[in-house]
Structure formats: C-alpha cells, structure tokens
C-alpha cells in the first residue's frame, strides 16, 4: 500500500508541474516571446588625426654653459691700485679703462732714460763733427789717420748708446702702459677683487677681476657615439642646430654646432659636442646646466599623440576608427619626442586614431567621438 501511495503523488506532482508550465503565458504576460532585442554597445572616445608632417631626428641631453673667452685680469708691475673704473658685476666694452695704477715711480724712470738719451745723443753729435773735421784736416796733411779712425770709433760707441737708451726709454714706456688695465674684449666683469690702495705684483694668484665673454658662448653636451656618423654628414651639410633651454624657466636659445671631441669616451661610449650660441640677451649664464637637443636633421614622418599607442604581447598598436568602428592595427614607432610618436609602417596619415577611452574598446567596438579636454 505505501508503495502505491508514492508512486500516486509522483503522478500528481508531475501533473502539476505539466499545468504550470503550459500555463507560463498567463502569468509572465507573454513577455517570454515578445522581449526586443538588446542593443549594441556605443563606447565615447576621444580622437586625433595621425599625421604625415616634417619630424626632425633629434638627441636630448644635458649640458654645460661655457664663454668663449674669459680673461683673469692681473698687474704686471709692482705697485698700488690708485682707482677701480668699474661696477662690480658690470657688463664692459672692449677697450674700457678698469684699473689705474701708480705710475709715478716708472714715470721718474722715464724722465731719468730720457735724460740719459738726450745726453748721449748730444755726445754722438759732437763725435760726429770731429770726424768730419779730422777728415778735413788729414787731406791738408794736418793730422794723422789715427785721429780719424779714434773719431769714427768714438761715433759709433755712441750711436750704439743712444740705441741702448732709446730701447731702455721704450721698455719704462711699455712698462707705464701696464698701469693703465683696460678690457680686452667684451663681456661681463666679476666684482673687483682689490680696491684703491691695495698693493699688487706680478706674483699674486687671486686675479684683481674676471671678464667672461656673454655673447656668444659655448654649450657642452655629450651624445652616444651612434649619433655620430650622422652628426658628422649633417655638419658638412650645414643642417644641425642645437636648442639649450634652462630648466623650470622655458627660456631658450638656438644655435648650432662649433666642433665636436676628436675621441670617444672609452668607458662611456659618449663623445663631447660644442654648440655655439649668440645668446644676445644673455639668457645663458656661463656655468648653468641646461637641457639641450641636437637637431641633426629633419625627415618626413607620419605622427600621433604618443597616448594612441598601446602595447600588447605581439608590439604596439593604436585603435583606427572607421565609419564609427573601432579596428586595432599593429604599428611600429621608431621614435617619441614631445608627447609625439613617429610611426613607421602602419599608418599612412589622415586616420582617425583613439586617444582616449581605450580601455573599453576591443575590435570591432561601435564610437563615437568626443570633443577632446582643455590642453589636451
């Protein structure tokens, strides 16, 4: 009897569950059938156009503002320092007085050699006439030979004294000529290291100014050695130029190379690089760091925002959107510089590229374009 009952409710349930499901529409409303297709997904991005446009091949660097002429002013004479012409820190012309220095001792000593001079030649002038009168005298048999010869003798020791004197005479002048320091060339000038009364010489090692020419001036920097080659063609073609831009400030100047090291550093395998600079308004200080970039040339090139590339297992990709479809293609970048990558194979330019929004895209994704953020 038990068994017959269980096996009488499996029926009934069964049976229920039969009526339920036959009845489903009822109770669903008959949404079951009649639910619209789901609609595809459209993801906002921002885009950007790849372009084909001139791209210079460019080395970035670090490098050192040097002057092309810098001059340590010091005495040549031993004396003391009557006036100082100068504001410390001052810009200076060539040919501007400096120093002048106490030059009444040599002053005496040229009076005292042209005294002597003087003497001398009043003695050559007296030798002179004897000969000219001995000689008379001999061709009237008055005199002997011997007075003629001792008269010439006296004339030429003296001409070669009044020659003496008058180089000694030269020298006290060339010496008085070293009181009197000028600026040999142009250029800005350090605060004076002595002031009026101090004593110099010859043997002092602090200099008594320095004078750095400010325009124009040298930039040091070093590249790689595989930069050379090509440096050395652009060189004989006159093409390179050097950018040197102070750091935090973007105040820059241009230039271009002056000559580069004739050897390799060994144990970096960098090789030193001098760029000359008009720097007019002496935006570069001798002794800053600035950041430099040697242009070597310029070549054309297809570009993008360097955030359109993306990186995968197989190499870098951008999304390239097409008639509002999302396609990835495999691009290769030979370079960044600036936020800009150059693209080698891949792009031909014009196409529209994802800048913006990549996470959420994978091929065949619907877009739509958004305008682009303030700055980007």
């Given at each position: 009897m038990k068994k017959r009952t269980s096996i009488a409710l499996l029926v009934l349930v069964g049976a229920a569950a039969v009526a339920a499901y036959a009845t489903r529409s009822s109770w669903t409303g008959g949404s079951a059938n009649t639910q619209a297709p789901q609609?595809?997904?459209?993801?906002?991005?921002?885009?950007?156009?790849?372009?084909?446009?001139?791209?210079?091949?460019?080395?970035?660097?670090?490098?050192?503002?040097?002057?092309?002429?810098?001059?340590a002013l010091k005495s040549r004479v031993e004396t003391t320092i009557t006036s100082v012409h100068f504001e410390d820190g001052a810009k200076v012309k060539e040919g501007d007085l400096l120093f002048t220095l106490d030059s009444r001792q040599i002053d005496a000593q040229i009076e005292q050699a042209e005294g002597t001079l003087a003497r001398?030649?009043?003695?050559?002038?007296?030798?002179?006439?004897?000969?000219?009168?001995?000689?008379?005298?001999?061709?009237?048999?008055?005199t002997t030979q011997v007075s003629v010869d001792n008269a010439k003798t006296q004339s030429d020791?003296?001409?070669?004294?009044?020659?003496?004197?008058?180089?000694?005479?030269?020298?006290?002048?060339?010496?008085?000529?070293y009181t009197i320091i000028r600026a040999p060339f142009s250029g800005r000038i350090s605060a004076a290291n002595v002031k009026v009364g101090n004593f110099v010489r010859p043997a002092d090692t602090a200099p008594l100014a320095t004078i750095n020419q400010m325009a124009p001036v040298y930039v040091s920097f070093a590249i790689p050695q595989r930069v050379l080659a090509d440096?050395?063609?652009?060189m004989a073609a006159g093409s390179t130029s050097v950018i040197a831009t102070i750091p935090n400030s973007g105040r820059s100047e241009t230039g271009k190379v002056a000559m580069v090291e004739n050897t390799?550093?060994?144990?970096?395998?960098?090789?030193?690089?001098?760029?000359?600079?008009?720097?007019?308004?002496?935006?570069?200080?001798?002794?800053?760091?600035?950041?430099?970039?040697?242009?070597?040339?310029?070549?054309?090139?297809?570009?993008?925002?360097?955030?359109?590339?993306?990186r995968s297992q197989t190499g870098n990709f951008v999304f390239m959107v097409k008639d509002g479809v999302a396609?990835?293609?495999?691009?290769?970048?030979?370079?960044t510089f600036q936020g800009i990558s150059v693209?080698?194979?891949?792009?031909?330019?014009?196409?529209?590229?994802?800048?913006?929004?990549?996470?959420?895209?994978t091929k065949g994704t619907r877009v739509e374009a958004r305008a682009r953020k303030a700055g980007a």
């Open positions: 609609r595809a997904r459209i993801v906002s991005v921002e885009l950007a156009k790849a372009e084909r446009k001139p791209v210079p091949v460019d080395v970035d660097s670090i490098g050192t503002v040097t002057p092309i002429s810098s001059v001398d030649q009043a003695q050559l002038a007296g030798a002179e006439r004897d000969v000219r009168r001995f000689t008379d005298l001999i061709g009237k048999g008055a020791i003296l001409a070669g004294t009044i020659r003496a004197d008058q180089s000694a005479l030269d020298n006290l002048k060339v010496q008085k000529s440096l050395r063609e652009a390799v550093d060994s144990t970096t395998g960098m090789v030193t690089v001098r760029g000359i600079m008009s720097n007019p308004n002496e935006t570069l200080w001798p002794g800053i760091l600035v950041q430099t970039k040697l242009i070597v040339r310029t070549e054309d090139g297809v570009v993008v925002p360097t955030v359109a590339v993306q396609h990835v293609q495999p691009v290769e970048v030979d370079r693209i080698t194979s891949g792009l031909k330019g014009d196409e529209d590229v994802v800048v913006d929004g990549q996470l959420l895209l």
